[in-house]
């Protein structure tokens, strides 16, 4: 029998350690891969996709804690570790619990028990492209969160052989790499807190088909641009999570959906699937978002729950039954705190109970 090759994503950008750290001061530290493009290519490895994260991990222990959680999933390591290499951004991500009782989160780039800050990201260079560019021949789709110029490059290598090129703009960034980035991606998805109003979308010159904004607890809304004008702009509610644990990850979610439905055939497939793929995989993707909302951390429903379970609590989140998450298991992977470069020998102690950091804000 011919096994059916799977569909490739490659993508660069914000690939981290995240370090979760739950309401209950007890319990132990989640450390888990995380960024927005190690979590959509996670996802996607997850749902069945081939996955290969470009990154420059260096072997601290954050670049072994990362590759050894990305690999349990199945995400290819062949370019994580492109020359130049660096540290391995940490996040600090601790849940809170409101008045309300609703689950609130913050993130955190400073050690919590030396204070300095943590490694940041740094994107990959030119020297990269080489690398691997003959790889995304057959690629589906190319994933970029973070603009820099070898991040460009690579973009247009994928477009050219036929990949989809979906951005995701984590900040406004030079207007001139904005500007090219808007002229390469046929997907754009953005939050309408931190870039509502990106310019240049679906005007003369752009390759941009479809453009989400994410609106939190309201949904989406999107339009899309299949013939000569670019259509209305369309609303979905949000679906309703049958259970509300942290709300952190739902946007790579809701991107990893969307292009497992969408984007197995490249640019024609997306394409070919029309305005009502689209709205369909949206909606897909707005079902997956709900259902990890249930779980800490931002793919915490990786690892709490069997993946034969997965697809049918999915399918019953899309039939409107919200009923309480079934077929939970308990986490048993968890690790103490990673040491930040920057600790005292004195310091380097592994602790659970570090809540109080220098500096939080949203990344």
Not at 72 to 95: K, M, N, Y
Not at 318 to 347: I, W
């Amino acid at each position: 029998m011919t096994s059916v090759a799977k569909p490739k994503i490659f993508g660069t950008g914000l690939i981290a350690l995240d370090l979760v750290l739950g309401p209950d001061p007890k319990s132990p530290v989640r450390s888990w891969a995380g960024g927005t493009c190690g979590n959509v290519l996670s996802i996607l490895a997850y749902l069945g996709w081939e996955a290969f994260p470009i990154a420059r991990m260096n072997g601290d222990p954050a670049s072994d804690r990362v590759p050894a959680d990305l690999t349990q999933w199945g995400v290819r390591l062949d370019f994580a570790s492109c020359g130049p290499t660096a540290h391995t951004p940490i996040i600090i991500q601790e849940i809170k619990r409101g008045r309300d009782g609703k689950p609130k989160h913050r993130f955190s780039w400073s050690c919590p028990k030396c204070g300095q800050w943590l490694p940041a990201y740094k994107p990959v260079t030119t020297a990269a492209v080489d690398a691997v560019a003959l790889a995304m021949t057959n690629a589906s789709v190319f994933f970029l969160d973070r603009l820099s110029r070898a991040a460009l490059s690579l973009a247009k290598e994928a477009a050219d052989r036929g990949a989809i090129v979906v951005f995701e703009p984590s900040g406004k960034g030079t207007d001139k790499l904005m500007a090219e980035a808007i002229r390469l991606a046929h997907i754009v998805k953005y939050a309408d807190q931190r870039l509502a109003g990106v310019g240049g979308l679906m005007r003369d010159g752009s390759a941009t088909i479809v453009e989400v904004q994410t609106l939190g607890e309201q949904g989406l809304k999107y339009r899309h641009q299949f013939g000569r004008t670019p259509s209305e702009w369309v609303h979905f509610d949000a679906i309703p999570a049958p259970r509300l644990a942290d709300s952190c990850g739902a946007g790579d979610w809701s991107t990893a959906g969307l292009l497992a439905k969408v984007a197995v055939g490249g640019l024609a497939g997306l394409r070919d699937g029309g305005a009502q793929g689209v709205q369909n995989a949206l909606r897909y993707g707005q079902a997956l978002a709900a259902w990890n909302c249930g779980f800490e951390g931002a793919r915490g429903g990786m690892y709490a729950v069997a993946r034969d379970a997965f697809d049918a609590q999915i399918s019953d989140l899309m039939a409107g039954q919200l009923d309480p998450l079934t077929n939970v298991t308990s986490d048993p992977r968890s690790a103490s705190f990673v040491d930040c470069p920057n600790c005292p020998p004195a310091h380097k102690v592994p602790t659970v109970h570090a809540r109080r950091t220098k500096r939080s804000t949203a990344p």
